[in-house]
């Protein structure tokens, strides 16, 4: 049926995000109902960060140190020590909100409160029974308690988890923290300290919500694309499907029409609803003609088509939702091959190149800004896709529009963990593992807060796979309803996975856990070593440069080095190192000379770091579609300050892993095998590319150049081509000091389309040329484009030694301050003699409003700063 869209917006949704005050529980003599009346007393409460948790507002309020600083988190009371009731807490909100006319109706929607509560407003409680679970939304209408004057107070009760866990040292502590529908990570990890209060707050957003009599509920897009299709050209027909449930709260039956309009088409629907009643409406199937199509990042477009499904009644909006639809059809199919999963978008197939996520901050601080940031990291990174791994949650809506916005496909998983639950026997643990596997303790909350959980995120295109848990499937009856009924009901075109790393993703022919190595790996293992043909988690090292140290690590500490002892194969660590989870790089920086402080143990980390994942992307690069149909690092983020597996700071401060992943994930990528010397060309993109020039040439430490061979090149899409071994050249060149390789795409017009500088250690594997290179000559300029985004072009004049290793930071013009977050096309870049090169970096004026400043350093080039001509 067809209907006109009504442009007028009667719908109003604002957030209560300021203005909120707390007390300690045990401090409050009064009930709920009493606290919620206006003309109680709140002069002695404290201001609260909402959303936020009850340590997030200690900390705004100065009653904490900073928990992610040095040792501070250790002088911060743990709630397995100080009990439940120190972190139990009223948190209260006066606003304003006239008393609504007629049928129309006001709503309160709390979306994450941790753990328990009980919610009350002006003198009311809203909520028949304690409400539980960290993930279950709550909505009240809550019309019939608005004060006639306009004066409106919200009171509620927190409290923390019902089993805090003991939080130990072991992975989740004692493992009882997984009793409850919760965060598993906040009893501490290995790559996390415990987070003293377990994130106990009204940790998301509280929004007030005015609509008419009816109110729309959980609307559901379903797009089809049928067929193999490819990113450009006209495009054959989709289908949109779109349902929603529809709830009438007035006392009376209303009448109106259900409808939406993409592309300028409408689709509407007549209904009627009977008082007081909740139905869920079935719009007709759309066929979209010439649809733009949403791809993920490396293969296409991400368009987001704006609709706008409304509920219409006596000629007015009742209720509106506003929805971003990214028009795709993902499927999945076994690849007998590689004897794993394979993941096609759009009928095409796609290599999974990821990253493991755990939360934007673990102490629940999310900002849309921030989330933005974070994936678009990760977008820079040349990924397709972030995995949600399950100690953490369900990821918030923000998160997924700014994976909608990027083209990173997500792996969600649920909520569970091996560590935790059961799958492994663990001393560390209180229970045994029969017992951790019937975690979490009440099944029936776990199951509804999942069906809540796959309404609030189902719309997302970004959203690929579900997943039932991080290396462990959730117990058997929860598996059960999971798969064979709440999927296939709520949300039945997505692929959902037992667990991480399940044989029905990735056939287990090694043994073991199904994913890994963890940790430093020599670059040929990369290449050479077969390890699970979809690897959900495989990764290395991460500490940051001298400026992110400085950000967490008092200077005594930051100066008291690692030390490797070889002898043995242990790193004796400072206590500040150890506590923010340093994993050692062993003996491998020494190879470029023993570290000097803090500073050069950093700068030397960073050839690390890039080596590493340059390496671990390019080795299973060289083996898609025929050892591998994905990959996804261990990981590529970090919640707090943490120096392992992040390819950025929590400070959002990337470091070289980041941009070694950038150039090895690279759609169209020139690299070289450093076990055999081959070099290949990966083609990850859906087209063939001809009439190419492949150059390969060494340099050694003074910049002489000397070529190895100059030839034509063609390679098929989606695939990865062998070219010629550059091994007994480059051994010969690299023996006495070690070389450099540059390897080069040219297309016909003679524009690099993809250059690879790989560093060759010496005969003995040192890199004892690198540690006498001689200075560096690069000019370097810098000009603003346009506000936010300015162009460095970095020139090395003929006959220069190689330009090494550059690293450009945006600072403050005055004072050098590093800002944060700031986005660069490229970094840690290397300028060949004769060569230049151009990097442009972005970032927001608003909040950086005066023009700043460039600083460059790099390994021959001491630290200089440029300014930037407006």
């Known amino acids: 049926m067809a209907g006109s869209i009504n442009t007028v917006f009667a719908q109003t949704e604002y957030e209560l995000n300021s203005g909120w005050k707390l007390k300690k529980a045990a401090d409050v003599s009064s009930n709920g109902s009493l606290i919620s009346k206006t003309d109680f007393a709140l002069t002695s409460w404290e201001n609260a960060t909402v959303p936020g948790t009850v340590l997030t507002s200690q900390l705004n309020n100065k009653q904490v140190p900073d928990p992610f600083y040095g040792l501070n988190n250790e002088q911060i009371p743990d709630i397995y020590k100080t009990g439940r009731d120190y972190y139990t807490y009223w948190f209260s909100k006066d606003f304003k909100e006239a008393a609504p006319a007629g049928t129309n109706q006001v709503y309160l929607n709390l979306r994450g409160v941790n753990y328990s509560c009980d919610v009350f407003l002006n003198g009311h409680k809203l909520n028949a029974k304690l409400h539980k679970g960290m993930f279950l939304r709550q909505r009240y209408n809550i019309t019939q308690w608005i004060a006639k004057d306009g004066n409106n107070r919200l009171a509620v009760i927190v409290y923390p988890p019902d089993v805090v866990g003991n939080a130990n040292g072991g992975q989740g502590g004692d493992g009882t923290i997984a009793k409850g529908v919760g965060l598993q990570y906040t009893a501490g990890w290995d790559w996390i300290q415990p987070i003293r209060d377990r994130n106990t707050g009204i940790w998301d957003k509280v929004t007030i919500e005015r609509t008419g009599a009816v109110a729309i509920k959980d609307p559901h897009v379903i797009t089809l694309v049928k067929g193999v299709r490819n990113p450009e050209g006209p495009q054959q027909p989709a289908i949109i499907q779109m349902s929603a449930d529809v709830e009438n709260a007035a006392d009376v039956p209303v009448t109106g029409t259900l409808q939406y309009s993409i592309d300028g088409k409408p689709v509407a629907k007549k209904v009627t609803l009977k008082a007081k009643s909740i139905q869920t409406v079935q719009l007709d199937d759309y066929t979209l003609n010439n649809p733009k199509l949403w791809w993920p990042n490396g293969y296409g477009e991400q368009y987001l088509y704006p609709v706008k499904l409304q509920f219409v009644a006596g000629g007015k909006v009742s209720d509106q939702e506003e929805i971003k639809v990214g028009v795709r059809q993902i499927t999945t199919q ?87 639950n059961g799958r492994w026997v663990d001393p560390m643990k209180l229970e045994d593992q029969w017992t951790r596997r019937k975690y979490p303790d009440d099944h029936s909350l776990y199951l509804e807060s999942i069906i809540d959980q796959v309404k609030m995120v189902r719309n997302y295109p970004s959203l690929a796979m579900w997943c039932g848990g991080n290396e462990i499937t959730p117990p058997e009856d929860i598996l059960i309803a999971l798969r064979d009924k709440i999927m296939p009901r709520l949300d039945n075109t997505r692929w959902f996975i037992e667990y991480s790393n399940s044989e029905t993703m990735s056939r287990n022919v090694l043994g073991g856990n199904g994913d890994g190595p963890y940790g430093i790996q020599p670059l040929s293992v990369f290449w050479d070593f077969k390890t699970f043909p979809f690897n959900s988690e495989v990764g290395s090292v991460g500490v940051g440069d001298i400026e992110s140290l400085k950000r967490f690590m008092p200077a005594a500490n930051m100066e008291a080095l690692p030390e490797f002892d070889e002898a043995n194969g242990k790193t004796k660590t400072d206590p500040v190192w150890d506590y923010h989870k340093y994993i050692g790089y062993d003996a491998v920086i020494n190879k470029y000379g023993k570290p000097k402080d803090a500073t050069d143990f950093t700068a030397k980390a960073q050839l690390v770091n890039y080596d590493q994942y340059r390496g671990l992307m390019e080795g299973f690069s060289s083996h898609m579609w025929d050892w591998y149909t994905g990959v996804i690092i261990w990981k590529t983020q970090n919640p707090w300050t943490s120096m392992r597996g992040q390819m950025y700071d929590y400070y959002l401060d990337p470091n070289a892993c980041l941009y070694g992943l950038h150039n090895g994930s690279q759609p169209l990528h020139i690299m070289y095998n450093p076990g055999d010397g081959m070099v290949m060309v990966a083609n990850n993109t859906f087209k063939a590319h001809t009439n190419m020039m492949l150059v390969a040439k060494i340099f050694n430490m003074a910049g002489k150049e000397t070529m190895i061979t100059q030839v034509f090149s063609d390679v098929t899409e989606t695939t990865t081509k062998r070219y010629l071994s550059v091994k007994k050249q480059l051994d010969e060149a690299a023996k006495e000091e070690g070389a450099f390789l540059m390897l080069q795409l040219v297309d016909h017009d003679k524009k690099v389309i993809s250059e690879n500088v790989y560093w060759v250690a010496d005969e003995k594997g040192m890199y004892s040329g690198l540690q006498k290179m001689p200075a560096s000559q690069v000019k370097t300029v810098a000009k603003q484009t346009a506000p936010g985004k300015i162009e460095v072009t970095l020139t090395n004049p003929e006959n220069a030694p190689l330009a090494f290793f550059n690293r450009l930071s945006l600072v403050e013009a005055q004072g050098g301050k590093r800002l944060l977050p700031v986005f660069y096309s490229d970094n840690y870049v290397s300028v060949l003699p004769g060569q230049s090169k151009t990097v442009t970096i972005t970032y927001d004026t608003a909040q950086y409003k005066t023009l700043p400043a460039v600083s460059l350093y790099g390994w021959n080039l001491k630290e200089q700063t440029i300014q930037i001509a407006n």
Request: net charge negative.
């Open 334 to 420: 076994w690849n007998d091959k590689t004897e794993s999963k394979q993941v096609n978008v759009n009928g095409q197939k796609i290599f999974i190149k990821g990253g493991n996520w755990i939360i934007s901050d673990a102490m629940l601080r999310f900002t849309d800004k921030r989330y933005d940031a974070e994936v678009r990291f990760h977008r820079d990174m040349n990924l397709n896709l972030i995995r949600v791994w399950g100690g953490a949650l369900i990821e918030r809506p923000e998160f997924y529009e700014a994976c909608d916005k990027y083209g990173l496909l997500v792996f969600q998983d649920l909520w569970g963990s091996g560590d935790c």
